[in-house]
């Protein structure tokens, strides 16, 4: 376990003054620090200490919210997923099939085309709907580009599970995404299986980490066109929200997919 001195040495080094170095204790009795960073330089700082990580042990995310100002839920939260099936994100997805289907009503042509039969049809039909000539927006390096005020805080959790960081820190809470049988919300867990999911497909890790809102750093989004409709349908199915941010599937295809950052955000 990673030594709470090291975290301050690195938040240090990373161009914090000792004093200005917050730490809280977590629900789950781990650590939490924080120090205030120009908002300009926040994904340089990140950046560094991630290259650290393998050395020190602490994980680095960006956020708007000071250590001393989190609140914590009572529990994490037990996961949905069956142990039976892998991966929870294609349990998920099959979940939100109807949701999805009526999705692809929004960019299906309106004559000479039948109803989307299925999930296969539907990927088909959004990599047809894409244009794919287009490279992702390059704005999307920018933190800027997700946030109307930017963030100017840097924590520092210790953890050799970056993926597991909702369940650390009761994050980010989805109470009006409820794709269950039972109308349950998504769980601390249930972020952490998806992540995890996706770090190991694509090396997805996350970059900042809020109350309602997740940006992850994709080392090696898809490529292929049926590949990123597939990922779009995952990401509208993980975050039915992207209507208030990004637009439809198709968007998501377009500009999210393939991109090395992916936001997420539930109102």
Same mark, same amino acid.
């Given at each position: 376990?990673?030594? +709470? /001195? ?9 161009? +914090? ?20 960073? &120009?908002?300009?330089?926040? =994904? ?18 960006? &956020? ?13 939260? /037990? ?27 929004? @960019? ?5 085309? =039948? ?5 296969? /049809? ?22 800027? &580009?997700? @946030? ?41 867990? /249930? ?10 497909? @694509? ?7 809020? &109350? ?29 929200? @992207? ?25």
């Amino acid at each position: 376990m990673p030594r +709470a /001195d090291a975290g301050a040495t690195l938040a240090t080094e990373l161009g +914090a003054r000792a004093q200005d170095v917050q730490r809280v204790r977590t629900p789950r009795g781990g650590t939490l620090l924080g120090f205030r960073c &120009t908002p300009d330089a926040c =994904l340089d700082v990140w950046r560094r200490a991630r290259e650290r990580h393998a050395d020190t042990g602490w994980w680095p995310f960006i &956020t708007h919210t000071q250590p001393s100002d989190r609140e914590w839920a009572d529990l994490p939260g /037990d996961s949905h997923r069956d142990e039976a099936r892998v991966p929870f994100v294609d349990g998920l997805v099959e979940l939100q099939a109807g949701e999805l289907l009526s999705e692809a009503e929004t @960019f299906r042509p309106p004559t000479g085309r =039948l109803p989307v039969r299925d999930l296969d /049809d539907l990927a088909g039909r959004l990599t047809a709907a894409v244009p794919h000539s287009a490279p992702p927006r390059p704005a999307e390096t920018r933190l800027a &580009t997700f @946030f109307a005020r930017p963030p100017e805080w840097i924590c520092l959790v210790p953890t050799g599970d970056p993926a597991g960081l909702p369940e650390l820190l009761d994050a980010p809470d989805t109470p009006n995404h409820t794709p269950f049988p039972g109308r349950e919300s998504l769980s601390y867990r /249930d972020h952490a299986d998806v992540l995890r999911e996706w770090h190991d497909r @694509f090396g997805a890790e996350i970059c900042y980490l809020d &109350t309602d809102a997740l940006l992850l750093s994709v080392e090696k989004p898809p490529t292929d066109p049926l590949q990123v409709a597939r990922v779009a349908i995952e990401h509208y199915a993980y975050c039915p929200d @992207f209507d208030q941010l990004i637009g439809g599937l198709p968007e998501i295809a377009a500009h999210q997919a393939p991109a090395r950052f992916w936001f997420f955000w539930w109102d």
